[in-house]
């Protein structure tokens, strides 16, 4: 069953790409031809950079984990390959860039930063295609462990609910 999740943007991306275009508006009105051709043609390149050169979607299908481009391949993960799935790792250059990242290790120790819109939801397709992946998703394990406690908690309702069901039988027969 394949599931897909979109990708969300990076803010300060989204932040620049509207005040360029902004910029661009004003330009055509303030200064030469030959400037705004220059403007027009660098904001052409950050804009398919940006758009294109970027995933915009993440598929999820048995084992495998395919990263979407618009104007490049699509990059494919072997899910069985993977080792760790976490929170990102604290790093100065990523740390106003990146909040909401996952990052997934292969056994080769190359990393994949990924980011999804539904964070809980992408973890959990993760770790049902692959059961011997480590994850340490906050979110995810957050959420996992209140399920489990819940599970454990009717669990042990219905055994008492048996044994006094049980007992009653017992008692009723002697």
């Not at 030469?32 to 940006?50: E, L």
């Not at 406690?149 to 006094?164: D, F, I, L, N, S």
């Amino acid at each position: 069953m394949e599931k897909e999740f979109k990708v969300k943007m990076n803010t300060a991306t989204a932040i620049f790409l509207i005040a360029y275009a902004i910029y661009v508006v004003i330009t055509i009105f303030t200064q030469n031809v030959s400037t705004i051709i220059t403007i027009i043609v660098f904001g052409v390149i950050c804009y398919a950079f940006f758009l294109g050169c970027r995933p915009y979607k993440y598929t999820v299908d048995k084992k495998v984990l395919t990263i979407h481009y618009r104007l490049w391949k699509n990059s494919k993960v072997e899910l069985m390959e993977c080792d760790t799935i976490c929170d990102p790792v604290p790093r100065w250059a990523d740390l106003v860039t990146r909040p909401h990242a996952i990052e997934i290790y292969t056994n080769t120790k190359k990393r994949y930063c990924l980011f999804p819109v539904k964070r809980v939801e992408f973890v959990d397709s993760i770790v049902k295609a692959n059961k011997r992946i480590h994850c340490t998703v906050k979110a995810y394990t957050d959420v996992h462990r209140q399920l489990e406690r819940k599970q454990r908690k009717e669990r042990r309702k219905a055994e008492k609910r048996e044994a006094r069901e049980k007992s009653q039988k017992e008692s009723e027969t002697d």
